[in-house]
């Protein structure tokens, strides 16, 4: 049972380079989630997703892009990275339950230093 | 805006003393409140949540939380601390349906010796 999985787990970059941080899950769980992790802020969510072809903005979306072809796999990319987006991202998935009483399941995290 | 704040971004506790970790929501309509747990160099895993019904909630390794209304609060607690808890505690909330979550600041449990 391979669950949620994110690759690379780490990765250095420089300024004003394309880079696209992938995420899988073995569950065909209908929603999935790209949230950044920084020391103060806790968790804020980029973008999330209700299914294949239906993504939509979260706290912090601007310089991210994300697509969903298919139900299993949620990229995020950087188009044109900065230091600003140096930070842990965390991909996580969840049944989508209407009531909002799911669990997110979290994947475990990929460390991306932008220089 | 709705929001959640955990007071107190580091807790240090000796073993076996009671751990406190404090969570609270703004907003007048009560969300449905979860806590996750994250150890080191890991994604964060569910503790325990609160949707209906009771308001003392147990959840993974002993540990328990209390919805309360009146106080806008969802406290954890565990009575007794051990080394292997050291880790980030994170509290989160969803007002709506469709899973997003807000998430407090987190707060870093150090549990000492």
């Known amino acids: 049972d391979a669950g949620i999985t994110q690759s690379p787990r780490y990765k250095i970059t420089e300024t004003g380079r394309q880079v696209t941080l992938m995420c899988h899950q073995t569950?065909?769980?209908?929603?999935m989630f790209w949230y950044r992790q920084d020391l103060g802020h806790g968790l804020r969510l980029i973008y999330y997703?209700?299914?294949?072809?239906?993504?939509d903005k979260g706290e912090v979306p601007d310089g991210y892009v994300v697509s969903r072809s298919k139900t299993e796999n949620f990229p995020l990319t950087l188009e044109s990275a900065t230091r600003s987006q140096t930070s842990v991202y965390f991909c996580?998935?969840?049944?989508?339950?209407?009531?909002?009483?799911?669990?997110?399941?979290f994947g475990p995290g990929t460390r991306l230093t932008v220089l | 805006a709705q929001s959640v704040t955990q007071l107190g971004s580091h807790v240090s506790v000796s073993e076996g003393a009671l751990v406190l970790l404090r969570c609270n929501y703004s907003?007048?309509?009560?969300?449905?409140l979860f806590w996750y747990v994250q150890y080191p160099n890991q994604g964060l895993q569910l503790l325990l949540k609160y949707t209906t019904g009771a308001t003392l909630v147990k959840g993974i390794n002993g540990f328990e939380a209390e919805f309360k209304k009146s106080e806008t609060s969802f406290h954890l607690t565990k009575p007794s601390a051990h080394m292997s808890d050291a880790a980030e505690y994170f509290c989160?909330?969803?007002?709506?349906?469709?899973?997003?979550?807000?998430f407090g600041e987190g707060t870093q449990l150090t549990v000492n010796p």
């Open positions: 997703s209700a299914a294949a072809d239906i993504t």
């Open positions: 569950w065909s769980h209908s929603y």
């Open positions: 907003s007048s309509v009560p969300p449905y």
């Open positions: 996580a998935s969840s049944r989508g339950l209407s009531s909002g009483t799911d669990t997110q399941y």
């Open positions: 989160a909330a969803s007002w709506t349906s469709g899973s997003r979550l807000t």
